[in-house]
């Protein structure tokens, strides 16, 4: 059984940083692509940031490109999400998820391509 823990989020201010990681548990890593959504109050989950199995091919939201980076430490079996330059707009529950793909750099930017989920973490960037 997989399971995916999320660090903490936290409270920010605006152009401030933050750095979320996601740990996985009960399968081998680097079997996974990972991914980063988020979901706004009222709103649908949307896709943030995504990461092949080799950490090789990256994929980003217009929203995030060039603020946030994902990378990920198969030794660790963690993925991380470094956010800058942080927006209001950016407030959200923020989720990892894996999906198990036999192609190394694959990357999924929709929600039902992702097999596992983690419970989300919060992170509330004031103005």
């Known amino acids: 059984q997989v399971q995916l823990v999320e660090s903490r989020g936290g409270l920010v201010q605006a152009g401030g940083s933050l750095r979320l990681s996601c740990a996985l548990s009960?399968?081998?890593?680097?079997?996974?692509?990972m991914g980063w959504f988020r979901q706004a109050p009222g709103k649908e989950r949307q896709f943030v940031a995504t990461i092949s199995r080799t950490g090789l091919s990256t994929y980003y939201a217009n929203s995030v490109k060039g603020r946030f980076t994902i990378s990920r430490d198969n030794a660790k079996n963690t993925v991380y999400l470094q956010m800058n330059s942080l927006k209001p707009e950016d407030t959200a529950v923020y989720y990892c998820a894996a999906a198990r793909t036999g192609n190394f750099e694959y990357t999924g930017k929709v929600v039902g391509e992702y097999d596992y989920w983690g419970q989300g973490t919060q992170v509330t960037v004031s103005s």
């Open positions: 009960g399968r081998t890593f680097s079997s996974y692509t």
